[in-house]
């Protein structure tokens, strides 16, 4: 039996971060080294990091998008999303 995947060139993984190094919040948080992580296995992996509002057009016009194609979001507008996750964002030239 084939056990490959095959990829799904009209689809996007959409990841949806809540909180950034609130200790005092650990169910709804990733610490900073955690979400470093995740920035670094994005790079080392290939990923193609696109902001949503262009995910959203590439699939109403009906465009392909690229292989492994991530999005990166953030619920709720918390003080550490601003002054923990974005300077890596901003570091990795990453859009959110």
Known sequence: ????????SSAAVIYAYQRIGEDSMPHASLTVEQFAAHIAELKRGNYVV???AQVIAEMRAGHTLPHKTVVITFDGAYKSTF????????EA???Y
């Open 83 to 90: 002054d923990k996750a974005l300077p890596l964002l901003d």
């Open 1 to 8: 039996a084939d056990d490959h995947v095959i990829a799904d």
């Open 93 to 95: 030239k990453y859009p």
């Open 50 to 52: 696109m902001p949503l």
